[in-house]
């Protein structure tokens, strides 16, 4: 899968790129879920926990860590469990384009999140 030129695009395309991951297994994708949050999160420099315009990724990343977390531990990952995930990371690509369109989010902010996605499901 060619990687998204855009967060609109990954948003877009979350369901096409993530929904092969989840039917190769589910440890794959907790797997790659946890590469795309921890990329966002670990790394203080990108959306620091003290500039309040960073919340609606922190909490879209703890929302995609906490089904993680689930998927991790299941035997069989639903789809219902997928689903969640996948909307997960649609909103957060979402909420991060119209984080930057409003300029409440720098351009190398956007840019990581766009990264880390691409890292991820592409």
Known sequence: MPPAASLIVAAEKSFTNIYPI????????????????????????????????????????????????QISSALVVSFGQFATAQQYVYRVCYVGNSLHTANLITLAQTNALLAAYNAAFT
Do not use: M, R, Y
Not at 26 to 42: D, E, M, S, V, Y
Not at 58 to 67: E, K
């Open 22 to 69: 989840w039917a190769g297994g589910g440890a794959t994708l907790a797997t790659k879920l946890n590469l795309f949050w921890q990329q966002l999160i670990k790394a203080p420099d990108v959306f620091p926990e003290t500039n309040i315009n960073n919340h609606p990724i922190s909490n879209w990343c703890t929302l995609i860590a906490a089904v993680t977390d």
